[in-house]
């Protein structure tokens, strides 16, 4: 019989989530979305996860948390602290407000789909900007909260906010 490689789990060290996958899979996460989708490992609500506290050493969630209303979001974010380890990170993006309603005045029909949501991914219920969405994490507990004005890239023409922040 092998002897074990430890006797609990190393300090630092947990599982990595990718909420709100879609069709895009992230090698050595679990990548889980409330639909059943090319990416999706398990089918699940990320308001209740089903993995004990502290487990987690990352989570990344890009265009999630504007599908929540505010009262939602602080669920949300108690959820994610709850299963974090000590020190384990988040990183999320959300459409950039502001950026938005710069974009608006050139390009009208495509912005109103940016902020509201597109026809097969509707239901953007909050929008955020720099100091909203820090102020929402820091509120949460979370630390060392940066946040980029940078765009994903398969989404190079969406203002997006992109948040890094450690628990």
């Known amino acids: 019989m092998e002897e074990y490689k ?15 996958c879609g069709d895009y899979w992230f090698d050595g996460y679990i990548n889980i979305d409330h639909g059943t989708y090319g990416g999706t490992d398990m089918k699940i609500d990320i308001k209740e996860l089903p993995f004990q506290g502290k487990v987690v050493e990352i989570i990344e969630a890009y265009e999630v948390l504007e599908h929540f209303n505010r009262y939602e979001a602080d669920d949300l974010l108690n959820e994610w602290k709850r299963v974090l380890i000590d020190g384990g990170k988040v990183r999320i993006s959300v459409p950039n407000m502001d950026g938005l309603i710069e974009k608006y005045a050139t390009n009208k029909e495509e912005t109103i789909k940016m902020i509201y949501g597109y026809e097969d991914n509707p239901g953007h219920k909050q929008g955020y900007t720099q100091e909203t969405l820090k102020l929402l994490f820091e509120e949460h507990g979370f630390k060392d909260v940066v946040i980029s004005t940078d765009s994903l890239p398969e989404r190079p023409n969406e203002p997006q906010l992109v948040l890094e922040a450690h628990l």
Do not use: F, S, T, V
């Not at 430890?6 to 709100?20: D, S, V």
């Open 6 to 20: 430890h006797y609990m789990r190393p300090a630092g060290r947990g599982i990595k989530l990718h909420l709100g």
